[in-house]
């Protein structure tokens, strides 16, 4: 037996998570059993485990976590081994398919990676599904030409988890880096993760009719979407990229094609569900070498399992900086 936070739903609909033991004959099926050391809290874990599920819960009982990372107990696969460290993110883990939020999880094999050497089970899940995002948006602006000498890069939403550590890693590759909140006690915990220069919200918030304004980012992480990223896109040096990673601010973009016709500007989508093997493993490996691991252990807010309801709430209203790390067997 081990604890799980089981979420169950009532007749009416409406869902409660409480810590109950559980056996492996419990699981779903799959071909490698871990042992989960490590879980943390991201937005869509907030949506699951609000009372209606965020309409991302497709069944009850139900364990969420994203993510995990752990040490294998068994597995079917050849790939992997009893006492191999893994880590894992997508594949809709959490939301349809049992996650990370016990101590015990059973996966597809083809959903996990090696833990890269350098990196330990916490530290994983201190940059979880919204730091190995970051790190794909960030591979993703220099796979388009993004340089250091290029000028400066923005990051919106900056002391939200993508962003964060998305600042820290552009921050210790050499990038100027200046970052987008909307809470000016922030601005501290920015300077410490690198950054250069803090924008209020306002400057990018309001509207504006001008499809184009002075060229000023070499490249953007926008974690943020909707007006803010339309005004971004304007602000955009000729041939800059930027990496769209959320929307928060809403998913309708009140932009024209200027941009992308007079300046070159590339709009480029980052998907962190469905990644292929290789390049899941190679955004993990370059978190292990370029993300510095002083700056990631000042972003942790250590939790357990009982604090994940609270946590879940507070995310969901903007109250949490940094990454949560939950520690499943505390």
């Not at 990372?69 to 959490?94: C, I, M, N, Q």
């Not at 970052?179 to 920015?190: A, I, K, M, Q, S």
């Amino acid at each position: 037996m081990f604890n799980a936070l089981l979420l169950t739903q009532d007749d009416a609909g409406v869902a409660s998570a409480n810590i109950t033991q559980i056996d492996d004959s419990q699981l779903p099926e799959g071909d490698v059993t871990v042992a989960v050391e490590y879980s943390t809290v991201n937005y869509k874990d907030g949506l699951c485990l609000s009372p209606k599920g965020g309409g991302l819960v497709r069944n009850y009982p139900h364990v969420g976590g994203i993510d995990f990372a752990g040490t294998v107990e068994a597995s079917d696969d050849p790939r992997y081994a009893p006492g191999d460290k893994v880590v894992l993110t997508g594949w809709r883990v959490g939301e349809v398919h049992w996650g990370g939020y016990a101590q015990k999880a059973r996966v597809k094999a083809d959903w996990l990676v090696p833990l890269p050497e350098g990196l330990t089970p916490r530290q994983a899940m201190a940059v979880g599904t919204a730091g190995f995002t970051a790190m794909l948006a960030v591979m993703a602006l220099e796979d388009h030409g993004l340089t250091p000498d290029k000028g400066e890069v923005l990051v919106t939403g900056a002391a939200g988890g993508v962003g964060s550590v998305a600042t820290a890693i552009l921050a210790n590759l050499g990038y100027d880096v200046a970052g987008v909140t909307g809470r000016p006690d922030t601005e501290g915990y920015l300077t410490d993760l690198g950054i250069s220069r803090v924008v209020p919200r306002e400057e990018l918030s309001e509207t504006t009719k001008r499809p184009l304004e002075a060229e000023t980012w070499a490249g953007c992480v926008d974690a943020v979407g909707g007006p803010m990223l339309a005004r971004v896109l304007g602000q955009m040096k000729y041939g800059g990229s930027v990496s769209a990673v959320g929307l928060a601010g809403g998913a309708n973009l009140p932009a024209t094609v200027i941009p992308f016709l007079l300046r070159g500007v590339n709009l480029l989508g980052i998907d962190s569900v469905m990644q292929p093997y290789d390049n899941r493993l190679r955004a993990w490996k370059r978190v292990a070498s370029d993300l510095p691991m002083d700056k990631l252990e000042a972003m942790i807010k250590p939790a357990v399992l009982a604090d994940l309801p609270q946590l879940g709430a507070d995310i969901l209203e903007g109250k949490v900086k940094g990454r949560v790390v939950v520690d499943v067997n505390a």
